[in-house]
């Protein structure tokens, strides 16, 4: 059977129109950042289309941390399956840069990112304007002390022949430091995040299905404190009622055009000979 089409808004072009304003006109903006704004980079997205969880339903399950710390078998499938992410040989999109050109252009409040992958860093974001709200894969955490190292020392260790590494200094569990299903947010990141979303004047929601929650909550959040709201994803959100401009479109073709209204580039990276950064960097 055919796949169902993904609904449009009425007109795509003036959608985009309305969405370059709002970002042209806006003094400071938030962006709100899920996995579609790294697919392009080979990276898959959970939900989306070809996401991960998509594919495979009995994924999800398995990403609950109860699993990852109950059932050895879990982790040794989990640290075989990082090892071969494409998480780390990924370089920024089209998209990441356009974010890093925002802040280049000076409006950027910060970057709140579901993703943990790292590439806004990698965009030439300054870290002190991400706000990863679901952790990073790059780091590692013991879960009985505390104690943190590289992810990339940690699979080194995997691919020495550890399969489930344990902690050097007191042998308990490591895990990545994200957020899996059943874990509390950083209570710290979360207020950064709450912050970030009621201090902006437009909040820019990028690549992200918008329901995760606390995350998408801020959306609502954002629109409470007075801000306007961009979506641009290819597939309708629960929060496409409260945007004043949704896009569904390719975020890598449509990202860096509605940036540029407030970069004062007129050609987009569509512009730019390739390999060329922007803003400076
Ligand atoms: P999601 O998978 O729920 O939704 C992604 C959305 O992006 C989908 O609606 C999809 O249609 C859209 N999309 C994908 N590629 C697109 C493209 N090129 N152009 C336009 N739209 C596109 O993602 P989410 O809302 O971020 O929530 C998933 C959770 O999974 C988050 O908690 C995140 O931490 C985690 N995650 C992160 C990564 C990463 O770090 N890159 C990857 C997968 C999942």
């Known amino acids: 059977m055919d796949q169902a089409p993904v609904p449009l808004p009425s007109d795509s072009s003036s959608e985009v129109e309305r969405a370059r304003q709002e970002v042209a006109r806006a003094r400071s903006i938030t962006v709100l950042s899920g996995a579609g704004i790294s697919t392009s980079t080979g990276i898959p997205d959970f939900r989306g289309p070809n996401g991960v969880w998509t594919r495979d339903p009995e994924a999800e399950k398995m990403a609950h941390i109860r699993y990852y710390l109950d059932d050895p078998a879990v982790r040794r499938r989990s640290w075989a399956n990082r090892l071969s992410s494409p998480i780390w040989s990924a370089t920024p999109s ?31 974001l300054d870290p002190a304007l991400v706000v990863e709200i679901h952790g990073s894969a790059h780091t590692v955490v013991c879960w009985s002390c505390g104690a943190s190292t590289s992810t990339e020392q940690a699979l080194a260790r995997v691919r020495a022949g550890e399969e489930d590494p344990a902690c050097r200094v007191c042998g308990g569990i490591l895990k990545t430091a994200t957020i899996s299903f059943g874990q509390n947010l950083d209570v710290g990141v979360l207020e950064r ?30 629109v ?23 896009v569904r479109q390719s975020i890598d073709e449509v990202l860096p055009r509605i940036v540029a209204a407030a970069t004062g580039d007129a050609m987009g990276d569509a512009g730019r000979a390739p390999g060329e950064g922007g803003g400076g960097r």
């Not at 998209?95 to 280049?104: G, R």
């Not at 201090?199 to 992200?208: F, K, Q, R, T």
């Not at 918008?210 to 959040?221: D, Q, Y």
């Not at 007075?226 to 004043?244: Q, R």
Request: include cysteine; proline fraction near 5%; charged fraction near 10%.
């Open 193 to 222: 995040a709450t912050r970030a979303a009621a201090e902006c004047d437009v909040m820019l929601a990028v690549g992200s299905s918008l329901t995760v929650h606390p995350a998408a909550a801020l959306v609502p959040w954002a």
């Open 94 to 124: 089209a998209a990441h840069v356009a974010v890093a050109d925002l802040a280049a252009a000076g409006q950027l409040r910060a970057v709140i990112t579901q993703n943990i992958d790292g590439l806004h860093q990698k965009a030439g």
């Open 224 to 246: 409470k404190n007075g801000a306007t709201v961009v979506i641009v994803n290819g597939e309708p959100t629960p929060y496409d009622h409260l945007a004043a401009a949704v």
